[in-house]
């Protein structure tokens, strides 16, 4: 597994802009595929954006267009920069990895977005935008 740390959350109004960012403590993107999740109090993890080793990406139809993953290999870090926020956007914010070296595209496509294909997660940040 991999130790990640998000940053990056905070609170603004509808129609502002976040960046989040994800340290890895080691390099991980030649091997894994990562991506950004959220939860709500009382609700399951949802699927935001995902990327894959060879950099393509996914995202959830509630943030396309408007989020925008990317990774910085040199800073083992992972980003998720959020425009045109909207307070249904309000969530805690999680990255996550998984060792995805042995799979394919097509397997990827199909778990990218889903909290179960994930082994390392981070702890979290908080996301609040308000009306």
């Known amino acids: 597994q991999v130790q990640l740390v998000e940053s990056g959350g905070g609170s603004v109004q509808a129609g502002g802009s976040l960046t989040l960012s994800c340290v890895a403590a080691?390099?991980?993107?030649?091997?894994?595929?990562t991506a950004w999740f959220r939860q709500e109090p009382d609700k399951a993890r949802e699927g935001v954006a995902a990327i894959d080793r060879d950099g393509s990406t996914k995202y959830s139809g509630s943030v396309q267009g408007r989020f925008t993953v990317s990774r910085d290999s040199s800073k083992n870090t992972l980003y998720l920069q959020m425009n045109g926020l909207k307070p249904e956007d309000t969530a805690m914010y999680y990255c996550a990895a998984w060792d995805c070296s042995w799979t394919n595209t097509e397997h990827w496509e199909r778990v990218a977005l889903r909290p179960a294909a994930y082994l390392s997660w981070g702890q979290g940040t908080q996301v609040t935008v308000s009306s």
């Open positions: 080691r390099s991980i993107f030649g091997t894994h595929c």
